[in-house]
């Protein structure tokens, strides 16, 4: 057995860890920086708080964007671009969720690499190292704070693609729970269902191996356990510590292991309706897990016993036993359906053409998936 696993971004955690920002820039040599966020992250409070520590680096000119949008495109990051190239930047800052970190790793290719970003969609393509980038996540469920990924959208060709590189990922991670404390319900149940996502589909993937696993199957547990409590009460900072430790755990396994067919689906979905990429995953997860669970049963008995699920030893059974509990957890969550987030049936065809164009395929446990087994995952959600 041979396999790689790549770690590479330097941890802050806990309460109050911002105050280690000032000694982070200071060490980087940063001169120059731009803090990249959107406007939730302002009206929330949680940017004045990161720029009031930044106001103690003697020396440091701080630009601000502050227009992230959910799903980047390749025009928000040429935008973005701009303004770092103009101002000199020589690191960023991201505050948010994934796609204000996604933003800033993808602008931060551009600042060492010849552009435009959509060349650089698959794996292993950035060319040269990129500039410093600090992460400060304001979420739980992305990951993107300490992974190789950042996904954004072509608006051109209506598809969402992923860049994969070992060199985009964050330098540094500030991770303080405190920061997800005003996160709406739905927008924790989302996050929260997509790092559950991440968990089970990078467990499943054909590129998994043991120590992706022994993460992956770390971070499950953990959400199983503390999702619901943080969706109930915002303020329960139990919940809201484990689900951010969760969130990174579970991240160094998918990092290294891939998606896959429930990511395929949730990223067309995205592209064509700019469904929320946690949202998109969760309407279908159950579906596909049950789809993919007769050609890894072992690995769905694993999951179901990690987390304490009746099994009746019954292998038929009991492999379809996590795909059931993922659906109580959707409803219970309050995680829409398809027509309850404006699709309709008649879009089945066409966002089926284009799942069997997601690269993330090739990860996915169960090969051979035809368009007739995207549109009955499709209706299952509906």
């Not at 303020?235 to 891939?258: K, V």
């Not at 049950?290 to 009746?312: G, R, V, W, Y």
Request: net charge negative; with cysteine; charged share 20%.
């Amino acid at each position: 057995m041979s396999y790689n696993f790549f770690v590479h971004t330097d941890l802050t955690f806990g309460k109050d860890a911002i105050e280690a920002l000032p000694e982070i820039i200071e060490a980087e040599g940063i001169k120059k920086v731009l803090v990249i966020y959107d406007a939730g992250v302002k009206a929330a409070g949680i940017a004045q708080k990161v720029l009031q520590e930044m106001n103690k680096v003697k020396g440091l000119t701080v630009s601000v964007f502050d227009g992230v949008e959910p799903n980047p495109s390749n025009g928000l990051i040429e935008k973005i671009y701009g303004i770092a190239k103009a101002e000199e930047v020589q690191g960023f800052v991201a505050i948010g969720g994934g796609s204000s970190i996604d933003s800033a790793k993808a602008v931060n290719v551009l600042m060492t690499n010849e552009g435009p970003i959509g060349q650089y969609g698959g794996i292993g393509l950035v060319k040269e190292n990129v500039l410093p980038l600090i992460a400060i996540p304001t979420t739980a469920g992305t990951s993107s704070e300490i992974t190789n990924v950042t996904a954004l959208t072509d608006t051109e060709a209506v598809c969402k693609y992923v860049v994969i590189d070992n060199k985009i990922t964050p330098t540094h991670v500030i991770a303080d729970p405190e920061f997800t404390r005003t996160m709406p319900k739905s927008v924790t149940a989302a996050t929260g269902m997509d790092a559950i996502t991440h968990a089970v589909e990078s467990y499943i993937s054909n590129m998994s191996n043991p120590l992706t696993k022994y993460n992956s199957i770390e971070g499950l547990k953990i959400f199983h356990k503390y999702l619901q409590r943080a969706v109930e009460n915002g303020e329960d900072m139990e919940a809201r510590e484990q689900m951010m430790l969760g969130c990174i755990i579970t991240g160094f396994g998918f990092s290294n292991a891939n998606l896959g067919f429930v990511h395929g689906i949730a990223h067309t979905l995205s592209a064509h309706f700019g469904l929320p990429h946690g949202m998109a995953n969760a309407c279908v997860l159950p579906y596909v897990i049950a789809f993919n669970a007769p050609s890894c049963k072992k690995e769905m008995i694993e999951l179901a016993q990690a987390i304490d699920l009746p099994l009746t030893g019954n292998e038929d059974e009991d492999i379809l036993a996590l795909s059931k509990e993922l659906l109580n957890m959707t409803k219970a969550l309050g995680i829409k359906t398809l027509s309850e987030q404006g699709i309709k049936e008649s879009d089945f065809d066409m966002l089926a053409e284009d799942v069997l164009k997601e690269p993330v395929l090739g990860f996915n446990p169960r090969q051979g998936i035809t368009k007739e087994d995207i549109i009955n995952i499709l209706k299952q959600a509906f």
